[in-house]
């Protein structure tokens, strides 16, 4: 049965570089934003696509708020571990003392995923975040995962942890940090793909980890890129047959009918891809289509937005 995004606090977008996770995160977030739900979409440490879409400049470590209701953030590892050191030794004296130590940033450099448990520690915080009135300042966390390798020991990170320090108030932190990955109250991780052929494969091993070792509640699987069906059959008989009988002194002509061929051969390509998910994956499935677009900008977003709304009411029809 599909779950329902918009009730879970933290959603991770998850999937192989460059397949759309950024797009499809704002465009979550864009859907959130207009159902009232106040929404924070968190980078981590990369380049900010998020503002972009939005029409606006990066800003780094800090909220801003893109759309209304939904804020952006870039997670960077320096200020996350400066923010985090000052809650917990509640001193600016004593934070310097311990953690603008050399000997200790110098350590601190050297311990493999250290940085990353920061980034990931932020975003936790986030999830617990109180406004004033005790309510919580984020209904909607939106996670936008580093690709795939870089995202799965990401989330195995509290888990890694805990098997070398089960006891003491930093196995507390990260065991909380583990509960809410694995809280499928709060928690989604969602994957995005494209309908090719590394990027299929990738997310085959991606869901594996995700079911076998990590058990993290499983979301959507989004198909990005979808070319459309530009002919019908009847006119794809015509296709093939026009370049049958067209002689090569028909340059421009010719160029045409393969310019079309070729569109539907990778139409073709995509659609045996699509089965293939569809075959080995039983995620509940939202397909993005392709657009022609020279610029990614909230009117490509909100397109996007609009076809998730429908096909996510079309899946939880289906599941009623
Ligand atoms: N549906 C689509 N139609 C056309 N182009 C798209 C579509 N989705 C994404 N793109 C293009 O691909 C680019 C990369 O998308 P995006 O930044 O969301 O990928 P990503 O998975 O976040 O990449 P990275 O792993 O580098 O963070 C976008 O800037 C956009 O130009
Ligand atoms: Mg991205």
Redesign the pocket.
Same mark, same amino acid.
């Given at each position: 049965m599909a779950p329902n995004l918009f009730e879970k606090r933290f959603v991770i977008v998850a999937? *192989?570089?460059? %397949?759309? *996770?950024?797009? %499809?995160c704002a465009a979550l977030g864009l859907v959130a934003a207009r159902r009232g739900l106040r929404t924070c979409i968190a980078e981590l440490n990369?380049r900010e *696509?998020a503002p972009l879409f939005f029409g606006k400049p990066p800003s780094g470590y800090a909220y801003q708020e893109i759309y209304p209701n939904l804020f952006s953030i870039n997670i960077l590892p320096d200020p996350a571990l400066r923010e985090y050191g000052l809650m917990k030794l509640r001193f600016e004296r004593v934070y310097k003392l311990v953690f603008e130590n050399e000997a200790m940033k110098r350590l601190l450099k050297v311990i493999p995923g250290m940085n990353e448990l920061f980034l990931l520690g932020k975003a936790f915080n986030m999830e617990r975040e109180k406004r004033r009135d005790g309510r919580p300042l984020w209904d909607l966390i939106i996670v936008?995962a #580093?690709?795939t390798g870089h995202g799965v020991s990401l989330l195995r990170l509290p888990d890694t942890i805990l098997k070398v320090a089960d006891a003491g108030p930093m196995a507390e932190e990260v065991g909380a940090m583990r509960d809410l990955l694995l809280d499928p109250r709060r928690t989604l991780v969602n994957l995005?793909t494209l309908p090719e052929e590394m990027p299929v494969r990738e997310t085959f091993e991606l869901a594996n980890q995700l079911e076998g070792q990590l058990r993290m509640p499983k979301g959507f699987l989004f198909v990005?890129?979808i070319w459309p069906e530009l002919l019908s059959e009847t006119d794809q008989g015509l296709v093939t047959a026009l370049d049958a009988v067209l002689p090569p002194s028909e340059v421009r002509a010719r160029a045409g009918v393969e310019g079309l061929a070729q569109m539907l051969e990778r139409r073709r390509f995509q659609e045996a891809h699509l089965t293939e998910l569809a075959d080995h994956m039983p995620w509940p499935r939202v397909e993005? #289509?392709?657009?022609?677009?020279e610029r990614?900008d909230l009117s490509?977003i909100t397109l996007?937005a609009d076809t998730l709304v429908s096909q996510l009411q079309a899946l939880e029809g289906k599941a009623a």
């Open positions: 999937g *192989k570089g460059g %397949v759309g *996770k950024s797009v %499809v990369t *696509k936008d #580093p690709a995005v990005n890129g993005l #289509p392709y657009l022609f677009r990614f490509a996007l």
